[in-house]
């Protein structure tokens, strides 16, 4: 799914964009819906040579140009060993944020559950293994709890986000509820106090419509 090509040289310019051999900057990007509306399939590039690989995480007018219209306002990065569980997080409304993921090192399965009014896939959940040489990630839209589990040791994790964090409007919804049923690919060894004491769906706060 993800184009590979080889990275051989950094030089060159044009106008509008650099150009590096063997591709052009901006890169391309690809975005495909899922089986949860709203949640989005976001592939670039990857280049690799023998120094590693190089991609450009994020590109306002290519993501406009493939059909992207949120606006990001602030960036987080978070660091995690393997068998690490943070999630499932959201903010309720009118503080609602949108995620996109993506991994720079190691590798996660990354997983949303709809808490959206209405929504065809309401309580059900989605999850992608996202590994840092593919150059994939997802993005969340707001009502959508989001969490991920560190498959990997040194899983480097990079979120872009429409929302700040507000303390007051943060709320979870427990990793385990069984009425969601998230198909872990492997037992948690590290999960914050705080995570494990997260309310089930039925319990859990939640104030979203979806809007098809």
């Given amino acids: 799914m993800i184009e590979v090509h080889s990275l051989e040289s950094e030089e060159g310019s044009t106008d509008e964009s650099t150009v590096l051999k063997g591709f052009v900057m901006p890169m391309p990007v690809r975005i495909a819906e899922t089986e949860m509306p709203g949640v989005l399939l976001i592939e670039g590039r990857c280049y690799f040579d023998d120094r590693g690989f190089f991609s450009e995480a994020y590109s306002e007018g290519m993501w406009r140009e493939a ?12 660091l995690s060993r393997r068998g690490t569980l943070r999630g499932m997080h959201y903010q309720i409304e009118p503080y609602g944020i949108g995620k996109f993921v993506r991994v720079f090192s190691g590798a996660i399965f990354d997983v949303g559950v709809d808490l959206r009014k209405g929504s ?13 040489q593919d150059g994939a990630g997802l993005y969340f839209p707001s009502g959508i709890a989001h969490g991920f589990l560190a498959l990997e040791d040194n899983s480097i994790v990079y979120y872009k986000c429409t929302q700040m964090h507000f303390p007051d409007a943060e709320r979870a919804l427990h990793y385990r509820d069984p ?18 004491a997260a309310p089930v769906l039925d319990q859990a706060e939640h104030n979203f419509v979806f809007q098809p």
Avoid: C, H, Y
Wanted: charged content about 20%; proline content about 7%; overall charge positive.
């Fill in 67 to 78: 059909g992207f219209r949120e606006q990001f306002i602030q960036d987080n990065v978070s």
């Fill in 179 to 196: 009425r969601v049923g998230i198909a872990w690919p492997m037992a948690p060894t590290v999960v914050s106090e705080k995570d494990a």
């Fill in 120 to 132: 065809p896939t309401f309580g059900g959940w989605i999850g992608r293994t996202l590994r840092a």
